[in-house]
């Protein structure tokens, strides 16, 4: 199982830092984030029930940075035109 959270986290993380630096998705983008925060927070969570404290200190700081970030832009209002 452990093998398959790795992938799964890897390929989302992976997939969004692709779409963005090929211009498919823009950094602030809630999809890009989301990617970031679910495959981050899936490896840090694999990081944790394999002990593998540097791996959690990187995955978790990635996770947290993103979902905070991910929280800002979904409240922020629109402006109107």
């Given amino acids: 199982m ?3 959270i790795q992938l799964a986290g890897s390929l989302l993380v992976l997939a969004g830092f692709a ?3 090929w211009g ?3 950094l602030k983008s809630k999809r890009y984030l989301a990617a970031n925060t679910l495959g981050s927070g899936a490896l840090a969570v694999d990081a944790v029930l394999e002990e593998q404290w540097g791996f959690l200190l990187l995955e978790g700081v990635w996770a947290v940075v993103s979902a905070v970030e ?3 832009v979904s409240r922020r209002v629109p402006e109107r035109v």
Avoid: N
């Fill in 2 to 4: 452990s093998l398959v």
């Fill in 24 to 26: 498919v998705l823009d």
């Fill in 19 to 21: 779409l963005a630096q």
């Fill in 70 to 72: 991910l929280v800002r």
